[in-house]
């Protein structure tokens, strides 16, 4: 499948994508979204195949992370008003819902998820030897090009996110 034939948009997938305990994951909310069924569909189906999803593919949120990832995520607001807490499953464990929800979406979908957990990794991997490539440089050239260093190094961080402005902004 090239990209112009993508179900999803990568973005969608990418943003989808967040950092729980040390693991890249998605929630139950975000794939059923992607694998085009209800999240209550998506679970149902996890529980009926609960042996297929060990703790390495899958995980329950606590009340505190569920709180932080609706507090940093706007588009899972809606979790807020939820009483169950959400599942989060890793790249394998996204696969391994392709299988028990077994369509035909489900399957291209986690196509796409595990090529966008690639590269992601590939990114890091490769941030990870240029960052290690500059400090060799900086080391041999003694400070010299301190400035350029400082420079690149500030390349190198990822964009900021804009802050949300709080209050009321009034004419003056």
Avoid: C, W
Avoid at 150 to 171: N, S, T
């Amino acid at each position: 499948m090239d990209s112009k034939q993508l179900i999803i948009p990568n973005e969608m997938i990418e943003r989808s994508i967040i950092l729980l305990r040390g693991q890249k994951v998605m929630l139950d909310a975000d794939l059923a979204i992607l694998y085009g069924v209800t999240t209550k569909r998506l679970n149902e189906q996890v529980k009926r195949n609960f042996n297929r999803f060990p703790t390495d593919f899958m995980f329950q949120l606590t009340q505190e992370e569920k709180g932080e990832v609706v507090a940093n995520r706007d588009h899972l607001k809606n979790l807020k008003f939820s009483h169950a807490l959400p599942y989060a499953f890793t790249e394998h464990g996204a696969v391994m819902l392709a299988s028990v929800l077994n369509s035909a979406t489900a399957i291209e979908v986690s196509i796409q998820v595990v090529r966008t957990f690639n590269r992601l990794r590939e990114y890091v991997a490769n941030h990870k030897a240029l960052a290690s490539k500059l400090a060799l440089l900086e080391n041999k050239y003694d400070g010299q090009f301190k400035i350029v260093f400082d420079a690149l190094r500030e390349l190198m961080k990822p964009p900021a996110k804009p802050r949300r402005k709080i209050g009321f902004e009034g004419k003056t």
